[in-house]
Every structure is written in C-alpha cells, then in structure tokens.
C-alpha cells in the first residue's frame, strides 16, 4: 500500500491527538488514586430521651421529646427500648410530680464504658421514684410489677444516677427486687435511694451474677433501708451467689434496717454457695442490720470470697439465728480473705459466736484469715476459742485476747466480738486497732 504525504500526515496527527489523550487520561487516574480519601462513619451522636411517668405515645413513636402534650410523651418503657449506647434517658416526672410504677428492661446492644445507658433526672435535685408497685397489678405501668424493678440484659452498661427505687417486690424469679445484674451487665449506681425492696431468694435491693452467671457493680453516694432478702442472702446487696462470679465496689454509702433474717448478709452478702465474690467497702456505714448469720456482711459462706473494709462503721447489727453480729468470714465450708482498716465496731450482737466477727466456722474445711488494722472494737469485744486447735489460737497483736481486754477471766470465757474458729487461718491485728 502506497501512503500520500497528506495522509501520513493526518495520520501522525491522530496518532499524537490519540497519545496525548491517553497521557490525559492515565494522569487523571493516577491522581484519582493517589488522591482518594476514606472517610469512616463517625459514632452517632449521643441522643437524650424524655421518659414520662404518665407517658401517652405510642409504641411506633421514634423520639421522644420534652413535650408538654401527653400523646408525645414517652414511657420509660418506650424510651429504653429507644435509647441506643451513649444515649440518656431523662426522668422528666419529679419524685414529687408522680411515681413511674412497673418493671423495665435495659437491654441496648453495644454499649461500653464510654457509651452506657444512663437513667437520670431531666432536673437535678429533683429525685424521680421508680417503684415495683409492691408487685401489684393494679396500679402497675408495665405488664407486671412482681419481678425487678430494673432488669440489665446481657453485658449492657447501665449508669443509674440520682433516682429513687422503692416499693420493689421480685416472686417470681426472686433475684434481686430492685435491680437484677446477673448476665455480665456493668451497672454504676450514685446518689440513689433503694427503700423497702423486696426479694424472695438473694439481694434485696440489687442481685449481682447470680445463678452461675457474671456482673460488675458500683455503688456510690447511695441509701438501703428496709430492703430484705425474705428466704436467702444479701438483705440489700447479694454478689456472686450460687456459682456466680461478681466484683462489688461501695463508696460512701450508708445500709439502714436491711435484712436476710433466713439467710446471710444482712446489708450484703459477698460470695455465696460455690460463688467467686470481691466486694470493696469504702466509707459506708451499716447500722442495725440483721440476718441468720452476718448481721452485715457475709464473705465467703461455702464459697469464695475477698473483702475489703476501710474507714467504715458497724452499728448494733445483729446475727438472729447464728454467727457474726458485724461481719462472718468463711462460713460453712468457705474460703475467704477479710482487711479492715479503720473502721469501728459498736454494739453489734449475735446469739452465736463472734458479736462483731467471726471468722471460719461451721466446718473443718473452712479457710479463714482476716487482717485487722487501726479499728476499733467497742461493747462485746474479744473471744479466740483458745480450746480450738493451734490454727485458730493464731491471733496476734495488741488486741489479742486475755489482759487488758478480759482482765478478769482466761481467753476462752471473753464476751464474744471477735471468734477465730477452728478452721481460721489467722487473724492478725496490727497495731493502732483498740478493743
């Protein structure tokens, strides 16, 4: 084929036009790619939702807003099942402006330390009152009120602030009557009230990883009166029972008349019946609490248990039926560890062993040890079962038995505070501790 200079000329022409457009393209391609950003969705906002004591919306309602018309307004119910990690739901009825009565069930997906539930007043001061309607169905906002005023679904992170939970009453699964924490849930308690909460087995107020099952909880600048444990343990606060495996931590809070007068724990019971429990106390006061065995607090009763006491007061709490007027460490078969720094024991009684602690008894199994220190013991102090065998006459420090605490009588016949049993492993007190 012949080619005409003409052509060979159009020809080279196409051929640069064609180059320089693939030159254009490959470049735009190449910043395409070398420019191309990636943008990851940010966590949605935190949302806040009003909940109503007298609430009218209805179920298909997707906010809930401050309204002052009632067909807006949403349940409590209607705002937990809305609320999503990170959000608030907001009491807006004051204690004084109605009563939200019924049972509820937090159960949000996906929330974390960083993003829990919270429930708290929509103004500060003005407390709102949650109450299980004494179990009742007339009267109740919910289904049933016979069961946990709040139930925490599995691994859900819940803060609780500045509420007031009372009137609960839990027959039916009998597991905590205020709040039930026993799937793994994580549950920040402050500044509330629990007030005449009732449950059938454990954990008057709040039952923590029961039944085999795991909880976390938290429990700050708050008030139990009048809770009771009607057939087990924990008058207010049962941790680790039955299999569980908990971790309690209290601060500055105070436990008033609560009771298991057919179990352990009057305030708290800690490690319970194969249970693994940790409970920190920290500048609470138990006073006139009662139970079977512990008047206060139970740790380690045939189980596992690690409790820790500091700048804490035990007043005229009482053991009905047994050991421990104050505190019972390793009961029934148990291993535990007890420390208690700077804290008083007054007036605390039992118709057993040990008017304020008893450590180890019931069983030659038990493995008990108790480190006391900078405390002071007053009424019915000191008695360390000299006659037992050599680990239970392992009491050492200034407040050991006999002179100037017993001037009087030998160590075995010293009025019953502090009861080192034959199966105790020790208990040291360190000196600055005073009977």
């Known amino acids: 084929m012949r080619w005409t200079l003409g052509a060979r000329h159009s020809e080279q022409r196409m051929t640069g036009s064609l180059s320089a457009s693939l ?19 940010s966590a949605s906002a935190a949302t806040v939702l009003f909940a109503f004591a007298a609430g009218g919306a209805p179920a298909s309602q997707t906010s809930c807003p401050a309204s002052s018309v009632v067909p807006e307004r949403c349940s409590l119910a209607l705002a937990l099942s809305l609320a999503g990690p990170g959000d608030t739901v907001e009491l807006a009825t004051p204690g004084g402006g109605g009563v939200y009565r019924g049972n509820w069930r937090v159960s949000t997906e996906s929330t ?4 829990p539930v919270t429930i708290e007043p929509a103004s500060p001061g003005t407390r709102p009152v949650l109450s299980g309607n004494g179990g009742q169905t007339a009267g109740c906002g919910t289904p049933s009120c016979d069961g946990p005023v709040l139930t925490v679904g599995a691994g859900v992170h819940l803060d609780l602030r500045d509420v007031v939970i009372n009137d609960a009453s839990n027959t039916t699964s009998g597991m905590g009557g205020a709040v039930q924490n026993i799937r793994g849930g994580v549950v920040n308690i402050s500044g509330s009230a629990f007030i ?31 809770d009771f444990a009607v057939n087990a343990d924990g008058g207010a606060i049962a941790n680790a029972d039955m299999g569980g495996t908990g971790q309690v931590s209290v ?58 006491v500091a700048s804490s007061s035990f007043v005229t709490d009482v053991a009905a039926t047994d050991d421990a007027g104050a505190i019972d460490n390793a009961d029934w078969g148990g291993h535990a560890t007890a420390h208690i720094t700077t804290s008083t024991f007054f007036g605390d009684d039992t118709t057993g062993n040990g008017g304020a602690i008893d450590n180890a008894d019931s069983e030659t199994t038990s493995q008990g040890t108790i ?47 502090l009861t080192n049993e034959a199966g105790a492993t020790s208990i040291t007190v360190v000196p600055g501790q005073s009977g």
């Open 23 to 41: 030159a254009t393209v490959a470049s735009l391609l190449a910043l395409t790619v070398t420019t191309q950003t990636v943008v990851v969705p």
């Open 371 to 417: 480190y006391i220190s900078d405390s002071t013991l007053y009424g019915k102090q000191l008695t360390c079962m000299a006659g037992r065998s050599t680990p239970a006459t392992a009491v050492t420090g200034p407040s050991s038995c006999g002179p100037p605490h017993c001037p009087t009588a030998p160590p075995t016949t010293c009025s019953t505070a």
């Open 251 to 308: 601060t500055d809070s105070s436990f008033y008349d609560d009771g298991a007068l057919s179990g352990d724990g009057g305030a708290i019971d800690n490690g319970d019946t194969g249970g693994k429990g940790t409970l920190v106390v920290t500048g609470s006061v138990f006073e006139q609490n009662a139970a079977g065995r512990a008047g206060a607090i139970g740790n380690g009763d045939n189980a596992s248990g690690t409790l820790t």
């Open 112 to 115: 974390s330390a960083a993003r």
């Open 196 to 226: 005449g909460d009732h449950a059938n087995a454990n954990g008057g107020a709040v039952d923590n990883a029961d039944e085999n099952g795991t909880g976390t909880l938290t429990v700050s600048g708050s008030t139990f009166s009048n």
